[in-house]
């Protein structure tokens, strides 16, 4: 990358003279040069840049972003030449300006392929644009002033991106060898509330994909997305009891996320999973219940929430589910989570553990958790969105996060749910040394 940042300029020069190749009919020995160059131009956009990095996609974006910085830079550098020369034929030569604008013409056509060449490579490859910086790219990039600073945000996305992931991919290959995720039982995540496992989307984003390229064995708890934690219990112990007969596993470690951390409790403590656990580390887990849901529970009129539920419980079924919405809402009430799950002890000879963390700021979080922040914050406090601090702490360790400046981090990226890479928290590192803590401990 380091060469390629170095061949920058000269490829930015080598752009702007393609662009403009159509000047040199002004200068009559060049003019044989005019149709090499526009040949040129089009190789140049199939310039294989970035070739050191070993992730398809990636080089990909890399292109993609350098496109947009040529583009960048040779539209400054042809608009400076163009319009020197067009003066200059105004003042001194009527007869060439035909030329001239044959010329401003395919330079037009020139850095509009390079533009256009440049955004679809970056809308179609980056994972960090998101989908409200696409729509906004899209929507003021065709408003003066606006558009250059679109411009500039999109390429400082994508070359923060392509730096921060090929970063990772370099550690991971460093340390391939070591396996530093081969834990002695295999882990099983098991998700919250309102979410099912599923190969199309993976609720943990992209942290299965980072534990498996150290060495980790993941299963998924599978169980349905909205049920009583007693019925959520029963389905993953059966599902534990399943895993160790058909892998010879002996035990699991348990991930749990949300309310799974209280199913996985409840499975251990009630329906007969305690043998065949390792360990549990749940994360925003709300152990003591969350109090905002309590009040929801008394203020919403008894009618509206019943259509509710059986709007979810009807689309659900089609999937082949049996939910119960206000069972599963219900049980993450404080009231509820004090009188049945808190009182549960911590599960004798299993490592247990929990982690937490916390929004800074409304605005850190993506809808809904932006709005549930505040609501959350009057009752329970400093909260992830959705999940007080006093409410995650749990087991004999506790870890609580947030991250620099005023974003913290939400209920949902601790999950990576929304695949956003987070100045000063990463994610997927995260777990990576959750579960080398695991293997350490020679689970």
């Known amino acids: 990358m380091a060469q390629d940042k170095l061949r920058f300029p000269l490829a930015a020069l080598l752009a702007t003279l393609c662009i403009n190749a159509l000047l040199l009919r002004f200068i009559p020995p060049l003019r044989w040069l005019a149709p090499i160059l526009l040949l040129l131009f089009l190789a140049l956009n199939a310039w294989p ?18 496109l947009l910085k040529l583009f960048a830079v040779s539209t400054v550098l042809t608009v400076l030449l163009q319009a020197g020369l067009g003066i200059g034929l105004r003042l001194y030569a009527a007869e060439s300006r035909g030329l001239w604008f044959a010329a401003l013409g395919a330079a037009v056509v020139c850095e509009a392929i ?11 490859c980056s994972v960090q644009l998101g989908v409200k910086l696409r729509v906004l790219a899209a929507v003021f990039g065709w408003v003066p002033v606006l558009h250059l600073y679109y411009l500039h945000r999109v390429i400082s996305v994508v070359d923060a991106e392509v730096r921060f992931e090929t970063e990772k991919l370099a550690l991971n290959a460093a340390r391939a060898d070591d396996q530093i995720c081969a834990t002695k039982h295999p882990l099983l995540l098991v998700h919250g509330v309102f979410f099912r496992d599923s190969r ?42 399943a895993l160790v007969r058909e892998t010879g596993c002996e035990k699991v470690n348990v991930i749990a996320h949300s309310k799974g951390g209280l199913d996985i409790r409840y499975a251990i403590a009630n329906c007969g999973a305690a043998q065949y656990v390792a360990s549990v580390t749940t994360v925003n887990t709300p152990h003591r219940g969350c109090e905002f849901a ?40 404080a009231a509820r989570c004090k009188a049945e799950f808190d009182p549960l002890p911590l599960p004798a000879g299993i490592y247990s553990a929990s982690v ?47 991250a620099p400046g005023r974003r913290g981090i939400s209920h949902g990226d601790m999950i990576d749910l929304n695949r956003e890479n987070i100045p000063g928290f990463d994610v997927r590192e995260f777990y990576v040394q959750l579960v080398r803590g695991l293997k350490d401990r020679g689970l």
């Open 49 to 66: 840049a970035y070739r050191a990095i070993p992730d398809r996609r990636l080089r990909a974006l890399a292109r993609g972003g350098l």
């Open 114 to 124: 390079l533009f256009w060449h440049g955004m679809l490579r970056v809308y179609l």
């Open 200 to 241: 199309y989307f993976n609720y943990w984003g992209r942290i299965p994909a980072e534990l498996e390229k150290n060495g980790a064995t993941i299963y998924y708890g599978n169980q349905q997305s909205a049920l009583p934690v007693a019925e959520s219990a029963a389905e993953l112990a059966a599902r534990i009891r």
């Open 294 to 333: 309590d009040y929801l529970f008394e203020k919403i009129p008894e009618r509206q929430k019943q259509r509710l539920a059986h709007a979810y419980n009807a689309a659900l079924r089609k999937f082949g589910e049996t939910p119960d919405f206000l069972a599963a809402v219900y049980d993450l009430t």
């Open 356 to 402: 937490g963390s916390r929004l800074d700021h409304a605005s850190g979080g993506r809808f809904p958790l932006n709005f549930s922040y505040r609501l959350v914050n009057h009752f329970d406090g400093p909260n992830d969105g959705l999940v007080s601090e006093r409410s995650c702490r749990w087991g004999e360790d506790e870890t609580f996060l947030t």
